[in-house]
């Protein structure tokens, strides 16, 4: 799904590509796909990622392997809490208008420590020490938002904050929101289960199909 002479995929189909990479790693049948010798020195000069995942720093959220995939099918971009500053947005942006990815993932998961940080601090009034802090005010939004909604179950509130991040990066980035717009890219937010393996959708954002007709429904 890599490589110089890779077709770009529509948004859908790149979505299509993770959700069957995931059902092999969940199933124990994965094919380990571009991890090769041969493919290695096929992308070095090179790259054409399908997909960019903003993901959690979760030492168990390791994309290329939940989803089955090898070097240079995705863009990872990484960080607690999947929390989207300055440089996350730079990044996702670079990779949607120069590498020409189509779809941009937020992938959160259960039992998240950002967010069970960011529920203490706002329960006990306390600020974490050191950049943490920073990490947590981040996080803070969601929080506010779950409680406004009435939703105190933790990973209710997780999918939530998946959701609130999918929100952020179109609205923080013109450059991504103009992409969307103009059907060129796709935004989705996926769980992941920790124990179970699988990936489910809870919020995202994807052109019409090719072909479809847009007033069909």
Known sequence: MSGP??????????????????HRFVT????HPNQDAGHRAAVADEQHPFAVIVGCSDSRLAAEIIFDRGLGDLFVVRTAGHT????VLGSVEYAVTVLRAPLVVV???????AVKAAR????????PPGHLGAVV??????LRRAAAEGVDDLDRIIDLHIAQTVEALL???AVLAAEVEAGRC??????YRLAAGEVRQVAGVLPPAAGADPTAG
């Open 5 to 22: 002479e890779t077709p770009v995929l529509r948004p859908e189909q790149a979505l299509a590509e993770l959700i069957e990479g995931n």
């Open 28 to 31: 124990g049948t994965p094919s």
């Open 84 to 87: 989207t500053g300055p440089e």
């Open 107 to 113: 992938l959160g998961h259960d039992s998240c420590g």
């Open 120 to 127: 203490e601090s706002l329960d006990t009034g306390t600020q």
């Open 137 to 142: 005010d981040a996080v803070l939004p969601s």
């Open 171 to 173: 609205e923080n980035s």
């Open 186 to 191: 796709g935004v989705v937010g996926m769980s």
